[in-house]
């Protein structure tokens, strides 16, 4: 019997994980456009082809950054993508998890369950301790998805990123190693 290898470094029932590659511009971009109404104010991804050549250079080649696309097993289709930007290493093991569902798969719990594949994958082959997530207090749907993972709350830092032009307010929420398990 052959062996086949899955495209995902980790799967659950609905959703796999892969990392970014250059190949994927044009479904993300198109996802990203399609979705515009859902992310504004809270989020801008790339929605041009130049624009995500940039954004998956920096997911691909540095090393602080590690970017994962959650996608739908049953066609592969791209439902959202997880990032853990600002990785630290050392004393911290830890990064600051970014993310965003595209507008097709919104409210269906696939970034839920895709969110739960980073977790144990940073946790484990990736040797992290901390993930941190910082999400604007009016961004609903971010803050259940960090609550319902398991993240605690664990302070609010008031202009603390520049998004749409302003300096915005964000709630900090963490989980670790010790949590999850």
Same mark, same amino acid.
Not at 27 to 35: L, W
Not at 46 to 74: H, Q, S
């Given at each position: 019997?052959?062996? =086949?290898?899955? +495209?995902?470094?980790? !799967?659950?029932?609905?959703?796999?994980?892969?990392? @970014? =590659?250059?190949?994927? %511009?044009?479904?993300? =971009?198109?996802?990203?456009?399609?979705?515009?109404? *859902?992310?504004?104010?809270?989020?801008?991804?790339?929605?041009? !082809?130049?624009?995500?050549?940039?954004?998956?250079?920096?997911? &691909?080649?540095?090393?602080? $950054?590690? %970017?994962?696309?959650?996608?739908?097993?049953?066609?592969?289709?791209?439902?959202?993508?997880?990032? &853990?930007?600002? &990785?630290? $290493?050392?004393? @911290?093991?830890?990064?600051?998890?970014?993310?965003?569902?595209?507008?097709?798969?919104?409210?269906?719990? *696939?970034?839920?369950?895709? *969110?739960?594949?980073?977790?144990?994958?940073?946790?484990?082959?990736?040797?992290?301790?901390?993930?941190?997530?910082?999400?604007?207090?009016?961004?609903?749907?971010?803050?259940? *998805?960090? +609550?319902?993972?398991?993240? $605690?709350?664990?302070?609010?830092?008031?202009?603390?990123?520049?998004?749409?032009?302003?300096?915005?307010?964000?709630? +900090?929420?963490?989980? =670790?190693?010790?949590? $999850?398990?």
């Amino acid at each position: 019997m052959p062996h =086949t290898t899955s +495209r995902y470094l980790a !799967e659950g029932p609905r959703v796999g994980i892969r990392h @970014f =590659t250059y190949a994927d %511009g044009a479904e993300f =971009t198109a996802r990203a456009r399609e979705s515009k109404d *859902l992310h504004h104010p809270w989020l801008f991804p790339p929605a041009t !082809e130049e624009a995500y050549a940039a954004y998956a250079e920096r997911l &691909i080649e540095d090393p602080e $950054r590690v %970017g994962f696309l959650v996608c739908e097993k049953d066609d592969g289709a791209v439902a959202g993508f997880i990032n &853990i930007n600002n &990785i630290v $290493r050392g004393g @911290f093991q830890s990064g600051a998890l970014g993310y965003g569902a595209f507008a097709h798969a919104a409210g269906r719990g *696939l970034m839920r369950e895709g *969110l739960d594949l980073v977790i144990g994958h940073a946790f484990g082959p990736m040797r992290l301790h901390r993930l941190e997530i910082n999400a604007q207090p009016g961004n609903a749907a971010s803050v259940a *998805l960090a +609550r319902g993972a398991g993240f $605690r709350l664990e302070g609010f830092s008031p202009n603390m990123i520049y998004i749409d032009g302003a300096w915005r307010d964000h709630e +900090r929420w963490a989980i =670790t190693a010790e949590m $999850r398990a």
